[in-house]
């Protein structure tokens, strides 16, 4: 055979190879998914913050059911969380591929029910470290990964919502650098904000007996948990928390006082900041 029938199959193998390799490597959904309008889905991505407390998710869904807005009505919250973690240790784009994340569930009997979707979650919420949005090194990877993450959420038809964390309880000085950081994320991601730190501080400002969190002044309690599910119900999901029948099992005197404290919070909050892109 001759040299130059030799280098034209060498050529042809060459040019298949790299055209199959090109058609095998992992693409973004050609159809776009469709735009959120009312959040019945969530995927929660953080850390221990998250899930304390049988996970924050859990403490939503149960406020939800009981103004009716869980059960048949198709509500649902998924919590990928790791501990410690900051949003630049999660893969975000992993977690909305299809057939992933959310594509089965356990239902009453313990069966396993398979599930379809026209796209995995209505809205993502994120929140990063407890110091990450405010540490002189670590600050950059906040706005990186909020635009980042922000992005991937909308290109899988899901809306990006971030989660405002409070202040460690020997240093209140966070409350406002934490606020301002997440309103700076939320503006230039055109994101909702859910202002659980600035609750946190207007809690403890009025009822310091109330204690929010735990003895290493960073996780919270029980009644911190429920105060932030609280915000979330009353920011996210625009429903007043006031009266709602589920307490957690707090006192009733003591449930009442953090639903008004996160109805509060939220409005004046909403009315200063407004809600993003999610109306």
Request: net charge positive.
């Amino acid at each position: 055979m001759s040299f130059r029938r030799q280098l034209a199959i060498a050529m042809a193998a060459f040019t298949l190879a790299a055209c199959t390799a090109i058609s095998t490597t992992p693409t973004t959904p050609t159809t776009e998914a469709p735009k959120t309008t009312e959040v019945k889905s969530m995927l929660w991505v953080g850390n221990s913050f998250f899930y304390y407390n049988n996970s924050m998710h859990g403490h939503v869904r149960n406020l939800l059911a009981a103004v009716g807005k869980t059960g048949s009505k198709g509500y649902r919250g998924t919590s990928a969380t790791i501990s410690g973690s900051g949003l630049n240790w999660h893969d975000v784009e992993a977690y909305l591929k299809p057939g992933g994340v959310g594509s089965y569930s356990f239902v009453a009997g313990n069966e396993v029910k398979f599930n379809t979707f026209d796209k995995p979650f209505d809205a993502v919420m994120m929140m990063d470290c407890s110091q990450c949005p405010i540490h002189p090194k670590l600050q950059p990877l906040f706005f990186e990964y909020a635009k980042k993450d922000s992005e991937i959420a909308r290109r899988h038809g899901a809306e990006p919502i971030f989660f405002m964390s409070w202040a460690y309880a020997d240093k209140p000085q966070m409350t406002e650098q934490l606020a301002a950081e997440y309103v700076k994320a939320g503006k230039e991601n055109n994101a909702l904000v859910v202002p659980a730190g600035l609750a946190f501080a207007n809690s403890l400002s009025k009822r310091p007996d109330i204690v929010l969190n735990v003895s290493d002044k960073r996780h919270p309690t029980l009644a911190g948990t429920y105060l932030a599910a609280c915000t979330v119900l009353a920011s996210v999901y625009k429903q007043n928390p006031v009266g709602n029948k589920y307490t957690a099992g707090l006192p009733q005197d003591v449930a009442t006082y953090l639903q008004n404290v996160a109805w509060d919070a939220t409005q004046a909050f909403q009315a200063k900041e407004g809600r993003g892109s999610l109306q």
